[in-house]
């Protein structure tokens, strides 16, 4: 049984960080390409960040850097470290890991950011 487990949301404060962390199970992790998603109240789910198995990341231009994405494959685990925070990154964020056709989603966590 695939699980992805988001921690870390919370509410922030503008200008300050948090750190989303996911922990997988259920999959080879080394090989998945692991992203960090999110999506806003009567918006569509976005990516925010991927990396790949073998460490190249991407990011989205809205949070380029600010944000940084990293994985431990001994862990099983990736984070997403989200500085300079913005009241736009308020959002439910989503772990996701992809692996060819397949795609396995966490339950989510919520970031609000105060101005």
């Known amino acids: 049984q695939v699980q992805l487990v988001e921690s870390g949301g919370g509410l922030g404060q503008a200008g300050g960080s948090l750190r989303l962390s996911c922990a997988a199970s259920g999959i080879i992790f080394s090989m998945h390409t692991m992203g960090w998603y999110r999506q806003s109240p009567g918006k569509q789910r976005e990516l925010v960040a991927v990396?790949?198995?073998?460490?190249?990341?991407n990011y989205a231009d809205s949070v380029k850097g600010r944000f940084t994405i990293s994985r431990d494959n001994r862990k099983n685990m990736v984070f997403l470290q989200m500085n300079s925070l913005k009241p736009e990154d308020t959002a439910v964020y989503y772990c996701n890991a992809r692996l060819l056709t397949t795609s396995h989603w966490g339950q989510g966590t919520q970031v609000t950011v105060s101005s």
């Open positions: 990396i790949i198995s073998g460490g190249n990341t």
